[in-house]
Structures are given as C-alpha cells and as structure tokens.
C-alpha cells in the first residue's frame, strides 16, 4: 500500500523561515532510515502558499487565485510518499519522524488510490494506458 504522509504548515512555515540545521539534520537521518528500510519513495518540502496559485473551477471556467492562502494549518508544509504493508505501518514510520516544527505539528497520513480500488469502471484500456504512462515516467527518470 502507498500512503502520502502530509505535513501540515503552520504561521512559520507559511511566513518562508527554513528549518535548523538540527531539523534537516533530524529529517535527513530519518530519511535515510526510511530509503534503508526500502519504504520511501519521495519525500519534498513546499514553499509557503505566498509562491504558490490555486485554479478554482467551475464547469468549463478557470480562475487563477494567487497565495497567499489562509488558515496556515490547513495547508501542506511537505509530504513524504511511502509502501508499507498497513495504515499500522505506515503510523509506526510517522510516529517515528521528528517533530517537523518547535511545539506542536501535525502529520497527515493519507492512502493513495491504487489500480484495484476503481473497480469495473477502470477498464481495460485505461489500465493499459496507465501501465504505459508510469513506464513512460519511469523512463525519464
């Protein structure tokens, strides 16, 4: 099972302050640990909603809405993508990662659809089409 484990921003976050170098110190061993055990697949840090866009839709309109965003802790400070066997899992692996900010942080965990869970509806073509697409992705990288 892949999880998308979500790091929620806060005021500091949001306002662009970068880690320690005790902090990437921390998240750099724990990352490591994560590749050892074969179970990371990604992990990213985001800029702060200030440098980012949201494209609202409504029917066939796109507006364009500039960051910053607010309410800090509804937003994404980072991810890590992972495999693990559970959601049990994938919470030991979690419970095990420093505390991305001073005080209180809250990490997400987040399942990721997989092929099987579409049922009937994900035919045939579009599964082969998304076995092409991921070779495809794999390729370039």
Do not use: C
């Amino acid at each position: 099972m892949r999880f998308m484990v979500i790091v929620r921003a806060n005021e500091a976050s949001e306002a662009g302050q970068m880690p320690s170098e005790e902090m990437l110190t921390a998240m750099g061993n724990y990352n490591e640990e994560l590749v050892r055990a074969g179970v990371m697949l990604a992990a990213e840090g985001l800029h702060p909603s200030s440098k980012g866009a949201r494209v609202r839709f409504s029917g066939n309109r796109r507006d364009v809405i500039d960051g910053p965003f607010a309410e800090a802790r509804e937003l994404i400070a980072g991810f890590w993508l992972i495999q693990v066997r559970s959601l049990d899992e994938a919470i030991e692996w979690v419970k095990r990662a420093p505390n991305p900010f001073e005080g209180e942080s809250e990490i997400e965990i987040r399942r990721i659809f997989e092929a099987e869970d579409f049922g009937a509806e994900f035919t045939p073509e579009a599964r082969a089409q998304e076995e092409r697409l991921r070779a495809e992705l794999a390729s370039h990288h």
